[in-house]
C-alpha cells in the first residue's frame, strides 16, 4: 500500500503517519518523489487500516499496490531510479560499462587487465573473489586475498567495482572491500542470504535466476529492498532452454518488460549467455538495443591461461572493438557510454 502525502504536509503529520504505521506492525519506507512524500507500507493485510490512514492529517491518498511486489514496482516509484555506486549511475538514461576478468587469478591479471579495460573506458571493474563452480574441483576463487587484489586495482585505476557473495558468512568482508555486491545466478532465491545483503548497507547487483520468471526476479529484489537496499540493480545472463548452441539464451525480452512494471535498472551480461567469445559482442548489442542500463563483460588478456570461463572472455582488443559498436547502437537510442553528468 502507498501512503501519498499532501504537497504541504508537515513534517508532525509525516511522524504520526509513520507512527501509524508502525503502530500496525507494519513497515514504513519513504520514497522521496519530485515534489511529494509517498510511503511505502509493507506487512499490511487489512483494508480498515487503510481507511484509517487515509483519514489522517496531510494524507492525500492511499493506493493499493497490484503487484506481488512493492518497493520493486512501478506504481511505487513512477520515475525510473538510478543507482549510485561512487561516480556510476544506472539507470540514468545512459549506459555503463562493467569489464574484467570473470575471476580474480593474481595481483598481475587483475592489475593488467584493469589496466586494460579502464585505458578502453570501462567504468567499473568486475571479478569473482568467491567463485560459485559447478564442480568442486574447479578453482574456487582467492577469497579475501581476491578482495585486497580489486581493491589495490580500484587504486591504480579509480574504477569501483563488484564482486560477488556467495554466503552470509562473507557478506562483511566483501562489503568491507567492494563498491557493489553481486548476487549470483545460482543465489537469486536464497532467500536467507538475499535478506542479509539486503541490510549490508551497499549497492546490489542481482543476477536473474537460470529459470526464473520476471515476477520471481522481482520477488527477489524486493527482499532486498524491504531489507533496507534500495540501490538494487538487476541483470539479465541468459536463461536455461533447450537450445544448446550457446551457454544460455539471452532473454532481451525481458528488459522491456521489466522496465514497463519496474523502476529497477538492468544491465546485461552478454559473457555468461553466450558462453563463447565470438557470441558476445551480438548479444551486448542485442541488449543494448533492447533497453539494458549496462552491460557486464568478461575481459581478459590471456584467455586461454584463465582459471574460469577463458572461453567467453573478449581480448581486450575486442572489447574496444565492444566499446566502439556499442557507441554506435547507444546514439541510435539517444544514449551515450558513461554517466549524465547533469544528473548529480
Ligand atoms: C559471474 O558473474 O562470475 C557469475 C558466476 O555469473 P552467474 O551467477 O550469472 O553465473
Ligand atoms: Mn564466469
Do not use: W
Amino acid at each position: 500500500m502507498l501512503v501519498i502525502m499532501d504537497l504541504n504536509a508537515t513534517e508532525s503529520e509525516i511522524k504520526k503517519v509513520e507512527e501509524r504505521i508502525k503502530g500496525f506492525g507494519y513497515q514504513a519506507h519513504f520514497i522521496p518523489g519530485r515534489d511529494r512524500l509517498t510511503i511505502g507500507v509493507t506487512g499490511n493485510r487489512g483494508v480498515e487500516e487503510r481507511l484509517y490512514l487515509e483519514s489522517l492529517p496531510g494524507v492525500l491518498q492511499v493506493i493499493q499496490i497490484t503487484k506481488p511486489y512493492k518497493l520493486a514496482s512501478r506504481e511505487t516509484h513512477q520515475e525510473n531510479s538510478v543507482v549510485q555506486v561512487d561516480n556510476v549511475q544506472f539507470g540514468d538514461g545512459n549506459v555503463v560499462m562493467i569489464a574484467g576478468p570473470c575471476a580474480v587469478e593474481s595481483m598481475e591479471q587483475t592489475l593488467r587487465i584493469a589496466d586494460a579495460v579502464a585505458s578502453r573506458g570501462a567504468q567499473m571493474l568486475r571479478g569473482g573473489a568467491y567463485k560459485p563452480r559447478t564442480s568442486p574441483y574447479s578453482f574456487q576463487g582467492l577469497g579475501e586475498k581476491g578482495l585486497e587484489i580489486l581493491t589495490k586495482a580500484r587504486e591504480k585505476t579509480g574504477l569501483p567495482f563488484v564482486t560477488e557473495v556467495q554466503d552470509t558468512e562473507t557478506i562483511s568482508v566483501v562489503a568491507h572491500y567492494a563498491d557493489m555486491l553481486q548476487v549470483g545466478m545460482r543465489n537469486m532465491q536464497n532467500f536467507t542470504l538475499l535478506k542479509a545483503i539486503g541490510k549490508a548497507g551497499k549497492p546490489v547487483l542481482m543476477k536473474r535466476g537460470m529459470s526464473a520468471t520476471l515476477e520471481e526476479t522481482l520477488m527477489s529484489a524486493e527482499y532486498l529492498m524491504v531489507n533496507g537496499c534500495r540501490d538494487v540493480v538487476i541483470c539479465e545472463r541468459g536463461v536455461r532452454t533447450f537450445g544448446n548452441h550457446a551457454r544460455n539464451t539471452l532473454d532481451i525480452s525481458v528488459v522491456p518488460a521489466l522496465k514497463q512494471v519496474s523502476h529497477l535498472p538492468i544491465i546485461i551480461d552478454p559473457s555468461h549467455s553466450s558462453g563463447k567469445h565470438y557470441s558476445v559482442i551480438p548479444h551486448a548489442l542485442a541488449g543494448l538495443g533492447a533497453g539494458a542500463d549496462g552491460l557486464i563483460v568478461d575481459v581478459h588478456d590471456r584467455p586461454e591461461e584463465a582459471l574460469c570461463d577463458g572461453h567467453q572472455a573478449l581480448l581486450p582488443d575486442e572489447f574496444s572493438q565492444l566499446m566502439d559498436v556499442s557507441k554506435g547502437v547507444c546514439a541510435a537510442m539517444g544514449k551515450e557510454i558513461g554517466t549524465k553528468k547533469k544528473n548529480k
